[in-house]
């Protein structure tokens, strides 16, 4: 078992930004891979960002990428989301997400531990 705790959201204005940070706890953290996915009022759940356990490799969304990094710490059991220039739309809670087994995946169903999330506002 894998127990994820985000913590970091909060309102911001429209062009600044919040790092995010999920700490977890029950399972070796290096031997896991780490994600962010996100889930607006009225839509899906959808992908963000994802670092490998070494972090030797990590995977943005289209809509993310030069605008958000990922990164980890394995001493501290932690990863976190840098977010700059933030955007009305990326409005939404953020949540964390553990994936035990192989690297490569990046939909809602291929991880199977999940924090309980924690609310992004951007104002316009």
């Known amino acids: 078992q894998v127990q994820l705790v985000e913590s970091g959201g909060g309102l911001v204005q429209a062009g600044g930004s919040l790092r995010l940070s999920c700490a977890a706890s029950?399972?070796?953290?290096?031997?896991?891979?780490m994600a962010w996915f996100r889930q607006a009022p009225g839509k899906e759940r959808e992908f963000v960002a994802a670092?490998?356990?070494?972090?030797?490799?990590?995977r943005y969304a289209a809509s993310m990428a030069g605008r958000f990094t990922i990164s980890r710490d394995n001493a501290e059991n932690t990863v976190y989301l840098q977010m700059n220039s933030l955007k009305p739309e990326d409005t939404a809670v953020y949540y964390c997400a553990a994936r035990d087994s192989g690297w490569g995946f990046f939909e809602v169903k291929d991880y199977k531990y999940w924090g309980q999330g924690t609310q992004v506002t951007v104002s316009s």
């Open positions: 029950g399972r070796a953290f290096s031997n896991i891979h």
């Open positions: 670092i490998r356990r070494s972090s030797s490799m990590s």
